[in-house]
Nanobody, 134 residues
Framework: QVQLVESGGGLVQPGGSLRLSCEASGFTSTYYAIGWFRQAPGQEREGVSGIGRNDDTTFYLDSVKGRFTISRDSAKNTVYLQMNDLRPEDAGDYFC???????????????????????????WGQGTQVAVSL
């Protein structure tokens, strides 16, 4: 049974930083992607970032490029999302999601375009809230 547990949300002032963690368990293979999605009240869930095999197989939403960094510690089965220079528009519920990848995708050197979409993920965490306010 796959489980994803997020942590690290909170309230910060604009310009502040937070690091979100997503600890995964239960995947039968080490070949799985983790995506971070966020949802603000009244808005659709959007893909913020994702990672496959390593730091070279990632994607970022344009509005977070240069401010957010995703990384993976395979020994701890944990993916981190370092969020710097947070803005009020970054606020929302943040969810991590996991999806198995084929070996071909895993070693392709790119993050699959389809995994930028929430509907492609079968496994979800419970979410953690990020608030950005004075």
């Amino acid at each position: 049974q796959v489980q994803l547990v997020e942590s690290g949300g909170g309230l910060v002032q604009p310009g502040g930083s937070l690091r979100l963690s997503c600890e995964a368990s239960g995947f039968t293979s080490t070949y799985y992607a983790i995506g971070w999605f966020r949802q603000a009240p009244g808005q659709e869930r959007e893909g913020v970032s994702g990672i496959g095999r390593n730091d070279d197989t990632t994607f970022y939403l344009d509005s977070v490029k240069g401010r957010f960094t995703i990384s993976r510690d395979s020994a701890k089965n944990t993916v981190y999302l370092q969020m710097n220079d947070l803005r009020p528009e970054d606020a929302g519920d943040y969810f991590c999601a996991g999806e198995p990848m084929s070996p071909t995708q895993w070693y392709s050197g790119t993050f699959p375009l389809r995994l930028r979409q929430a509907y492609e993920y079968d496994y979800w965490g419970q979410g953690t809230q990020v608030a950005v306010s004075l």
